[in-house]
């Protein structure tokens, strides 16, 4: 057009940030390569930048060779030298040499590694130090014969749930409890129960102590990264206070504080200068690598100078923080019920209340106090202290159960107001198999096609002691014997365990009727195993004789729309069966007075928070004077007491289904003729 004039407008458009990126050949730490790469991402990868503006067509990748692992000989995979020895440091074997085939890596010198339980094995210096329970290596080329290993001695071990158990001394410290001394009991009781009140000002250790596995104290999943240490450079009670910084996370762990009304207090220093989020926790469970349920989660943040409750009210106005003084922090706790409740006071001023378990998952329990730290200026703690309204309630007995998936605790009930009881939590634990001891003691079994056995106070916590020869669905103890039901077997059945050896030899033969007793437990009063089957026909509860393995039915399934029952537990001539759906249904009981064909009496469920497959036990633990184990101080219990003065062997012989030292009627730990007197007394009422 005439008159017009026409522009040419050229636009630079520029990325965010800057140029762009250049981009290039780059050679990966398998020996591919891969074009368009840029410098640092092919680096952050391990790889190998072959210069800007490069393609793979025109470049040659380092060499791939075998990478070895020095510690245990391990060939880990064929890559370059950059990935082997710069950045792992192993060792490289060179160009066109594999792991594919044999090791080609050179094996680390073996010796005598010495195991906790006192076993030796040839192992390598890396194998014997990363096991779960660490060896001692003894050095290279050490031998195993003669066996150089210091034996365990075994005793008493107060847990710090108030529980105790006759363990070996490792297996005591592995736990955290304490060791009572070589041929210690725990009857009577010398744990003296669940804790109770506790506090610490830290000024009974030496400044500079680091807190792992310290009195009480230790740091998250038990690292000694995350312990707290003592410090003299701030006090509220002179001379000392624990600090925290950088990796610190401390907690201290509490056992069997459930139930009842508690004050958790703790003095907090905080410096003006802190520049990261500073955190006072509290779980109503914890345990060393998990499960961890949050209930207290305080956030002091810098940045908006304010601290506040990050699970129930995260965005909500707090408290303003106070710098550079001592600051009262106290939790006001109920857990009689419900969901509990907390008050939680910051210098005195309420901050929020609320009910203890937040969420879906929770205890009425207090799990741990946990000081995290993630800065690196200190932070300061003094004059803790957890206080009880009144004395917390020690485990309920005689009826157990737990649950296989859930990560929920195991219950107990003391069966008072039935059919209407109450059940208390206990230890965390999945387990699909339980039965009780005489002596209050538990075997446990959890896992899938891979059973491991453990044992237990009724308290906590469970101490593992080998994988079973087969899986194992259901667990039952009599006359001193342990037994398990083994669906999966040759032939499936029932099967005599010895928890010492873990041999497993059958007692009873299914495979023909195709019984299933995944609920399993012994009736000491007539000295016959019970198993509840539900695939059987007809389905419901049997009997099984131990000297002849017949099986008898008895009555038929629990009245419940779904008649799966997998927890088993009999006492006193009555069987309780746990069924699974506990949300929707009841457990039952079933009198074996009535005889075959009888009624069975709904109670209520341990969980109606699952669905899960479930073990149980009757553990009614020692009873002075309760000779032949029927609940009952009586006449009857004369015969069986002379027979324990006699002796124990004697006494075991004659009681298999009893326990000796409920003939200590006056509490000394011995049993003697001293114990006659207060046996009368006790017979007397």
Known sequence: MRGAVTFLVLVAVWPVGGAYAQTGACCGYDGLCTDGVTQIDCENNAGTYMGDGTICAAVTCPPIGACCRPSDGTCVMDTTWLLCSYYWHYNWLGEGTTCAGSNPCPQPPQGACCQPSGECQYLSQYECENQTYPGVYQGDGTDCDPNPCPQPVFGACCFPSGGCLVV??????????????????????PCGGPAADWSDNFDTYANGTVLYNVGG???????????????????????????????ADAIHPFAGIEGGQWVLTAWQYIPSNLSGMTYYVVNSYYQHGGPYYWTVELHFDPATDRVTDALRDPSGPGLAIIYDQWVEIRLV???????????????????????????????????????????????????????????????????FAGVQYGNLPTRTTDLSGFPSVTWKNGFVFELNGAAGRPDGALYLSAGDFNTKLYHAPIEGPAIYLFDLQEDVSGLAYGRGRLFGFAPYASPMGIYEINPTTGEMLLVANTSGSQRRFFGLDYNAADGLLYGYDEYGSPSGLCSISIDTGTVTFVAPSVPAGNSAARGLACGYNKVYAVTVYGATYPMYVYDLAQGPGGTWVPMTHPYPDSQATSGAAWVPGPMAGDMDCNGYVEFDDINPFVAALTGQAIYEAAYPDCYWRNADCNLNGIVDFDDINPFVALLSG
């Open 168 to 189: 070996a001394d490792w297996q005591c410290a592995a736990e955290l409890g304490t060791f009572l001394g070589e041929g210690a009991i725990c009857w009577p009781n």
């Open 217 to 247: 104290w230790t740091g998250w999943d038990n690292s000694p990264a995350a312990a707290g240490q003592v410090s003299d450079a701030q006090a509220r009670s002179a001379p000392h206070s624990v600090a925290v910084k950088l990796t």
């Open 333 to 399: 706790i109920d857990l009689s019920g419900g969901l509990g409740w907390i008050d939680q006071y910051y210098n005195g001023q309420l901050l929020l209340s609320g009910n203890w378990i937040v969420g879906s998952v929770g205890q009425l329990a207090i799990g741990n106090v946990d000081l995290y730290a993630p800065h690196p200026e200190t932070v300061y703690y003094d004059d803790l202290s957890l206080v009880s309204a009144g004395a917390p309630p020690a485990a309920t007995r005689p009826l």
